[in-house]
């Protein structure tokens, strides 16, 4: 997939890269990323050396027919791991599992602790069950990323991607080994991930909201429908 897909991206966008010297040879880290765009997934291992485990929902790899088993496929290919995301506390459970395992094996296991896609450039507040959790469950290096512009390079309704270089900015590692055995306590696991935000916002330049991503989501969906609304009701008037 680095040849295939790595490589091509590359020569197109020709992204920019500072702080690859902070990714270790080898060993176990977590790369902790800001997330603007799909693409994310894709450019940051196409810089790497080394492979980068992500997770995605199961319904990417159960898909039948021809066209699932190509997308189960790729998804494999690009180092993703399938987590069955039904149930909000089960799917939360399964990242954790299946980012200790890819720890646990010497990888490096890449993880967006807003926990979804920024729906307007900011940097949102981080969720601290998962990354904080695995980071002090297995003693491994935490790695903040900064992806810059890659949002610009195909925004919401756009086909076609536009040919711009994107960056990446990898921070130096953190080190939480002070918070061993304190996995459970939800104050330190906020910390951690807080500490972890703070460095991302640095890196990335983004403005930052105290706020989870997924509420301000749902603040923008309701404001649009209450638009949409007002304005169909001053045209029936």
């Known amino acids: 997939m680095k040849f295939s897909i790595g490589g091509p991206l590359k020569a197109a966008f020709r992204p920019w890269v500072e702080g690859l010297e902070n990714i270790p040879a080898e060993g176990p880290a977590i790369l902790a990323s800001n997330h603007l765009s799909f693409s994310d997934s894709f450019f940051l291992p196409a810089v790497l050396d080394r492979k980068v485990t992500f997770i995605a929902k199961a319904e990417y790899f159960?898909?039948?027919?021809?066209?699932?088993?190509?997308?189960?496929?790729?998804f494999k290919g690009v180092g993703q791991l399938p987590v069955d995301?039904?149930?909000?506390?089960?799917?939360?459970?399964?990242?954790?599992?299946?980012?200790?395992?890819?720890?646990?094996?010497?990888?490096?296991?890449?993880?967006?602790?807003e926990g979804t896609?920024?729906?307007?450039?900011?940097?949102?507040?981080?969720?601290?069950?998962?990354?904080?959790?695995?980071?002090?469950?297995?003693?491994?290096?935490?790695?903040?990323?900064?992806?810059?512009d890659t949002e610009k390079i195909q925004p919401p309704g756009k086909v076609m991607p536009k040919l711009m270089r994107p960056g990446i900015r990898i921070g130096k590692p953190l080190d939480f080994g002070r918070y061993h055995g304190m996995d459970g306590d939800r104050f330190?696991?906020?910390?951690?991930?807080?500490?972890?935000?703070?460095?991302i916002m640095k890196l990335s330049g983004q403005e930052y909201?105290?706020?989870?991503?997924?509420?301000?989501?749902?603040?923008?969906?309701?404001?649009?429908?209450?638009?949409?609304?007002?304005?169909?009701?001053?045209?029936?008037a």
């Open 62 to 74: 159960t898909s039948p027919g021809v066209k699932g088993k190509l997308t189960a496929a790729f």
């Open 85 to 113: 995301r039904s149930g909000a506390r089960g799917a939360g459970e399964a990242a954790i599992k299946a980012g200790i395992q890819v720890i646990r094996g010497g990888g490096l296991f890449g993880i967006y602790p």
């Open 117 to 148: 896609r920024s729906p307007d450039g900011r940097l949102y507040r981080g969720k601290p069950g998962g990354l904080a959790r695995v980071a002090l469950a297995t003693g491994a290096p935490v790695i903040p990323v900064a992806m810059i």
């Open 188 to 199: 330190i696991l906020r910390s951690v991930t807080d500490e972890v935000m703070y460095e």
């Open 209 to 236: 909201v105290d706020i989870y991503a997924t509420a301000a989501k749902r603040q923008i969906a309701d404001a649009e429908k209450a638009a949409k609304a007002e304005k169909a009701e001053q045209g029936g």
